[in-house]
């Protein structure tokens, strides 16, 4: 068991028996903050918001000192800001937090072959075949959790148990910056204590029915009557919730599934008429989803251009490429061809994106014998690394100075 360290996190202490705990939970400390705080180290320790400062825009990450007033992720921007009035508002940034994904999973998976990831900030480790060359479980945890900071300067919480489920809800009580493990024999003295909200899939309606009934703990769920628990739940449900109460979750560690498709979109702060104005917006959310290709090792075989109407009405279109790619200015010729020849005049656009989709790796491609792609490569490569190195916007397509934009990106969204 954890034990609490008065900053409301539970937190294991080093003779712990973590023999049996051999799945670790690796989840980011407020990931995408926590990126854009490395370039701005004097606010840590205020309330930061990643979002765009727009009454249309919505919240893409918080600090926990944001947290404690109440925002939330996905959160309107006008309502954090009235619920945290002194919060500091930055520009989101995915192509860094992509490029400190990969750090961190490439991290992992010296650790062990067998890494589950899900999403871009957080990942399952199965580490019972890495005790000979790195220790136990909780020494294995501690070696990720100290390269994780050394290499990158974020922070990392990390549960580690029997099943995936437990070693999930203890990386959550950990949080931030800690570290518990929970034996197996421990386990149902760890679950049984905490809210039904801790249950793997009980959301805020399905926590309601559930306290009607008279749960309110996970004890109570284990416990539970199973015909009043399926007429809360159904049977199905029933059957899950009960083997989650007693840590039942069979489930192994496997490699997750080769992402699909990456792409950008952007909200403007006030529906567009201008053709071109769009055409630039597309040309920037390109080159984007390049950077992301790149970093991902990944072409892209279809592109899809998407639009939303004033009326909120969306459609979208895409293209096969003759040949998959990574480059900006070949997803940006398919993309405005598209738009080209579906533009209707007089339709005010609230919302365009661009997305990469039936992604390949570059060794299972055939590559042209006359590609003439290379002087672009280098150019957009060379775009790239002088942004990581004196900042986004540094350098660019000519026709983007001067056209920043309120973008959403798709954040770990996969379609």
């Not at 995408?32 to 490395?38: D, M």
């Not at 072959?113 to 075949?129: C, H, M, Q, S, T």
């Not at 003295?189 to 309606?205: D, R």
């Not at 997305?355 to 790239?384: F, H, K, N, Y």
């Amino acid at each position: 068991m954890g034990k609490q360290d008065g900053l409301t996190r539970y937190v294991s202490a080093p003779d712990v028996d973590d023999s049996t705990a051999t799945i670790l939970h690796v989840d980011m400390d407020a990931f995408f903050a926590s990126v854009e705080l490395l370039d701005h180290p004097e606010l840590v320790g205020k309330p930061v918001i990643v979002g765009h400062n727009s009454t249309r825009s919505v919240v893409t990450a918080a600090t926990y000192e944001a947290r404690k007033y109440g925002v939330n992720s996905a959160m309107p921007m006008a309502l954090a800001l009235r619920r945290c009035p002194r919060a500091i508002v930055l520009e989101p940034h995915f192509e860094r937090y992509q490029y400190f994904s990969t750090r961190v999973f490439e991290i992992c998976d010296e650790l062990t072959p067998k890494v589950e990831r899900l999403g871009i900030d957080e990942a399952f480790l199965d580490v019972a075949g890495a005790r000979a060359i790195y220790g136990s479980p909780m020494q294995v945890a501690t070696l990720l959790r100290a390269r994780v900071l050394a290499e990158t300067g974020l922070v990392c919480s990390v549960g580690a148990a029997a099943s995936k489920y437990v070693a999930k809800v203890a990386s959550g009580l950990s949080k931030p910056d800690g570290l518990l493990v929970i034996p197996a024999d421990k386990t149902t003295e760890f679950l049984h204590p905490l809210p039904i909200s801790a249950l793997w899939g009980v959301g805020g309606k399905t926590a309601e029915t559930l306290q009607q009934r008279g749960f309110s703990t996970i004890a109570d769920i284990a416990h539970a009557d199973r015909t009043t628990l399926t007429r809360a739940v159904g049977e199905a449900g029933a059957v899950k919730l009960h083997n989650l109460a007693w840590g039942n979750d069979p489930r192994e560690v496997h490699e997750r599934p080769a992402e699909k498709s990456m792409g950008h979109e952007t909200t403007f702060e006030y529906d567009v008429l201008d053709s071109d104005e769009i055409r630039r917006e597309l040309l920037r959310l390109s080159a984007k989803v390049a950077i992301r290709l790149r970093a991902a090792s990944m072409l892209a075989r279809t592109v899809v251009l998407k639009l939303r109407f004033e009326d909120f009405s969306t459609v979208t279109r895409s293209r096969t490429l003759p040949e998959p790619t990574d480059l900006g200015r070949t997803l940006y010729e398919t993309v405005r061809a598209i738009y080209d020849d579906f533009v209707a005049e007089g339709r005010p656009v609230r919302l365009v994106g661009v997305r990469g989709e039936q992604l390949v790796e570059p060794g299972g491609t055939m590559i042209s014998l006359w590609d003439t792609t290379d002087g672009w490569r280098d150019a957009e490569e060379a775009m790239e690394a002088a942004s990581a190195r004196f900042g986004r916007g540094a350098i660019g397509p000519a026709r983007l100075l001067g056209a920043e934009r309120s973008e959403r990106p798709r954040l770990g969204q996969r379609d």
